[in-house]
């Protein structure tokens, strides 16, 4: 199957991408994992925030009743 740019324009392309990351991690040694952790802490937090009281409560209240019942796992 034939490339759909020339091997020119792919190593151009990708000699400026690696110039943008040298530049990035260079400025700020952060990778991208570390990135991304930062995003998705304060969606984490939210989401926990709103689902785990529940949850928590739900598996308590499950545990109460099989444990009052006589209930072994």
Same mark, same amino acid.
């Given at each position: 199957? %034939?490339? #759909? *740019?020339?091997?020119?324009?792919?190593? %151009?392309?990708?000699?400026?991408?690696?110039?943008? %990351?040298?530049? &990035? @991690?260079? +400025? +700020?040694?952060?990778?991208?994992?570390?990135?991304?952790?930062d995003?998705? =802490?304060?969606?984490? =937090?939210?989401? @926990?925030?709103? +689902?785990?009281?529940?949850? &928590?409560?739900? #598996? &308590?209240?499950?545990? *109460?009743?099989?444990v009052?019942r006589?209930?072994?796992?």
């Open positions: 199957m %034939a490339a #759909l *740019i020339s091997d020119q324009a792919g190593a %151009a392309v990708h000699s400026a991408f690696g110039a943008l %990351a040298n530049t &990035v @991690l260079s +400025n +700020n040694a952060r990778t991208l994992e570390d990135l991304v952790k995003m998705l =802490k304060p969606m984490l =937090k939210t989401w @926990l925030d709103d +689902n785990l009281p529940t949850m &928590v409560e739900r #598996l &308590v209240r499950a545990e *109460i009743e099989r009052a006589g209930g072994r796992r």
